[in-house]
T-cell receptor, first 114, second 113 residues
Framework: NAGVTQTPKFQVLKTGQSMTLQCAQD?????MSWYRQDPGMGLRLIHY???????DQGEVPNGYNVSRSTTEDFPLRLLSAAPSQTSVYFC?????????????FGPGTRLTVT | GDSVTQMEGPVTLSEEAFLTINCTYT??????LFWYVQYPGEGLQLLLK?????DKGSNKGFEATYRKETTSFHLEKGSVQVSDSAVYFC????????????FGAGTRLFVKA
């Protein structure tokens, strides 16, 4: 099992550019999510999905889109990058929606927007 | 709304010292509580969890007890090692759906040899 994988590991964008952060899991997990991590703020939820074809917004969704066409993949799209989106992005998955399930995290993507 | 507050860091300790990282929470329901650890350059990984009041989670010498009366979930370890240097996150999950996982701001721990 590779677990949760993310690509790329690092990315530099110019303001206004768009890109997609890739996330995949091979554990057949139902629930997947995207977080951003900023200094002193912990992790904040961007978008999440409770299954293929179902997505919803988290705490900080503006400027990001997601889709979930398969159980395995959950890409995050930045529509028009802004310096405020400079952050470390983590994808996570968990087996079910139950509150006691732990989340499994990918290694992260460090994004810089200039 | 739900929230998690944990002590600010960084915390610097000598090897074999006792560690406590305080965590308190606010929740409307009956949350599960978690401690995650993030080593440099890596994603978060579960350290321990507790799913109901008075449960004690433990792993790798770390312990935390779910105290409903004080809404706390403090992390403790009797003797830290240099390899414990990392950022520690307290978190709660308050309803089925998982999307209501709320993370604290994280506490960075440095352990000196």
């Amino acid at each position: 099992n590779a677990g949760v994988t993310q690509t790329p590991k690092f990315q530099v964008l110019k303001t206004g550019q768009s890109m997609t952060l890739q996330c995949a899991q091979d554990m057949n997990h139902e629930y997947m999510s995207w977080y951003r991590q900023d200094p002193g703020m912990g992790l904040r939820l961007i978008h999440y999905s409770v299954g293929a074809g179902i997505t919803d917004q988290g705490e900080v969704p503006n400027g990001y889109n997601v889709s979930r066409s398969t159980t395995e993949d959950f890409p995050l799209r930045l529509l028009s990058a802004a310096p405020s989106q400079t952050s470390v992005y983590f994808c996570a998955s968990s087996p079910t929606r139950h509150r006691s399930d732990e989340q499994y995290f990918g290694p992260g993507t460090r994004l810089t927007v200039t | 709304g739900d929230s998690v507050t944990q002590m600010e860091g960084p915390v610097t300790l000598s090897e074999e010292a006792f560690l406590t990282i305080n965590c308190t929470y606010t929740a409307t329901g009956y949350p599960s509580l978690f401690w995650y650890v993030q080593y440099p350059g890596e994603g978060l990984q579960l350290l321990l969890k507790a799913t109901k009041a008075d449960d004690k989670g433990s792993n790798k010498g770390f312990e935390a007890t779910y105290r409903k009366e004080t809404t706390s979930f403090h992390l403790e370890k009797g003797s830290v090692q240099v390899s414990d240097s990392a950022v520690y996150f307290c978190a709660l999950s308050d309803q089925d759906g998982g999307f209501k996982t709320i993370f604290g701001a994280g506490t960075r721990l440095f352990v000196k040899a």
